[in-house]
């Protein structure tokens, strides 16, 4: 029986095992953390992540073929295949602070990998790290760890957050990279025989070890890409009374683009986005090449200008200040059907909100209270005008303004009328996601903004950027 382990029971570690040891039940499959807490969850029966059908998943194989522990060692010493699912998040200080990728976690389970490793083991880059972090990697194995033969492979991971279960189940592709030795393709043969349990052959790819890790920096730069392309058109939408879903699905009927990955709205969040590209910013300058790294860096720039630039029509809309006012915050994930709120566009919303005097009161359907304040807490925001509420309705209530900043489902199948008779009037509705029809919205009596589309004759003329 082959036996994996991972290392790191996060939201790619947890999902991406629960799946193969689904597909795959003659393989045991251990998922270790260092965070017994996070283990404790994953056994119990509120899971530490909400991912739709996940639950289920877990449910079947747990126990069976499937297992988290916090015994990291017992289980990496016992596994043929240890996959590496850390987190890799920004350096904040030192070399690189701001932009390199931060190894510590990455560097510290190498070291331990070495340290308990009796068997040949294949290592498995399974978190997004700075292309050529495999040699670094493959150091730290064989300098520590001289009786035992390791290979590293790179098996960078596509899931989108909300959608983990059937991006596993189906993916576009599953890549492998690997040395090109005998020793090298026999390592990709065994990780490809996992994976060919349930995955086309022609959708499993097998590269050198360099382009499998810059092939993953280099997929979220390009869909990050699209979000910042679409998003600065959507400005110029509203300056010239252009539609940018319009124009968008246009745009996206031509084959050569395509319609995915091109809807207008407040901004990308999430946790690998920005960071993956600032560090495919900083890996372009350490190679010399600056005007690559100021070509990515420009889609974080239009970016944080998008969030901005919402922030700038909500209090210029609403006389110039919402000082003293409430404004309804509906949604704070990142996107929806996810509990994350790693980098979400409403921490930075809410940040701008608050400095311009705003009592916010946010709703959302997964993120914990805890986990709101605990976000906002780390922005400097003080807590005492910050409200956090259990429905939409009850978020709303009172409030001068809404800014709907996640596309959660249930903001399409609110009771628009029950909620514009608790607003204070003239009633605004921030759409910062276009998930509300606006004409129906302005029928009820509300002033609507939606990122893109033509201005209500209310924002006409007011400043738009911030
Ligand atoms: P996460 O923060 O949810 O999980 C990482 C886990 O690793 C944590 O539970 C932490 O306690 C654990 N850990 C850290 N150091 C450890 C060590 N030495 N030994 C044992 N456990 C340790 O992170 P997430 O979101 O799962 O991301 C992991 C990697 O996957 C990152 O590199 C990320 O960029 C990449 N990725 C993330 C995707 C996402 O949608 N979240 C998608 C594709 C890739």
Not at 85 to 113: C, F, H
Not at 284 to 293: N, Q, S
Not at 348 to 373: F, H, M, N, S
């Amino acid at each position: 029986m082959v036996k994996i382990c991972c290392i790191g029971a996060g939201y790619v570690g947890g999902p991406t095992m629960a799946v193969i040891a689904l597909k795959c039940p003659s393989i045991e499959v251990a998922v270790v953390d260092i965070s017994a807490a996070r283990i404790a969850a994953w056994n119990g029966d509120e899971l530490p992540i909400y991912e739709p059908g996940l639950d289920e998943v877990v449910r079947q194989c747990r126990g069976r073929n499937l297992f988290f522990s916090a015994d990291v060692e017992r289980h990496v010493s016992e596994a043929d295949i240890v996959f590496v699912s850390v987190n890799t998040p920004t350096k904040t200080r030192g070399l690189g602070a701001g932009k390199a990728a931060d190894l510590t976690y990455w560097e510290s389970a190498a070291r331990m990998i070495a340290d308990v490793s009796k068997s040949d083991k294949i290592v498995v880059e399974k978190s997004t790290v700075p292309v050529k972090t495999a040699e670094a990697i493959e150091k730290i194995l064989t300098h520590n760890c001289n009786a035992v033969n390791f290979q590293v492979l790179s098996n960078p991971e596509f899931l989108a957050e909300g959608t983990a279960v059937q991006d596993l189940l189906r993916p576009d592709r599953v890549l492998i990279g690997g040395r090109e030795t005998a020793a090298g393709r026999k390592a990709v043969d065994a990780l490809k025989d996992v994976y060919a349990r349930w995955v086309p052959a022609d959708r499993i790819v097998t590269t050198n070890l360099w382009s499998a890790e810059l092939t993953k920096l280099a997929a979220n730069a390009f869909l990050a890409q699209r979000i910042s392309s679409v998003n600065a058109i959507s400005a110029l939408c509203e300056a010239t009374g252009a539609d940018v879903s319009e124009v968008a699905a246009a745009v996206g009927m031509d084959g050569r683009i395509g319609p995915k990955f091109l809807t207008a709205g407040v901004g990308f969040g999430g946790s690998c986005f920005q960071k993956d590209i600032l560090n495919l910013v900083y890996i372009c300058e350490r190679h010399g090449l600056h005007e690559p790294a100021a070509y990515w860096k420009q889609v974080i720039e239009v970016n944080d200008y998008q969030k901005r630039r919402f922030v700038t029509r909500v209090v210029s809309s609403m006389f110039n200040t919402v000082s003293g006012k409430k404004v309804a915050v509906l949604g704070f994930a990142f996107k929806k059907d996810t509990g994350d709120s790693r980098e979400t566009p409403a921490i930075d919303v809410c940040k701008g909100l608050l400095a311009d005097g705003a009592a916010v009161c946010v709703y959302d359907p997964q993120v914990t209270e805890d986990q709101i304040r605990q976000d906002l807490a780390a922005v400097g925001e003080p807590m005492r005008q910050v409200g956090v509420a259990r429905d939409a309705y009850e978020a709303a209530g009172g409030a001068h303004a809404i800014c709907i900043l996640t596309e959660w489902d249930e903001f399409k199948a609110l009771d628009y009328r029950r909620i514009f008779d608790g607003m204070q009037k003239p009633a605004f509705l921030f759409d910062g996601r276009n998930v509300v029809d606006g004409g129906e919205l302005r029928r009820i009596g509300f002033i609507v903004y939606s990122i893109g589309k033509p201005l209500d004759p209310w924002l006409r003329g007011m400043p738009a950027v911030a």
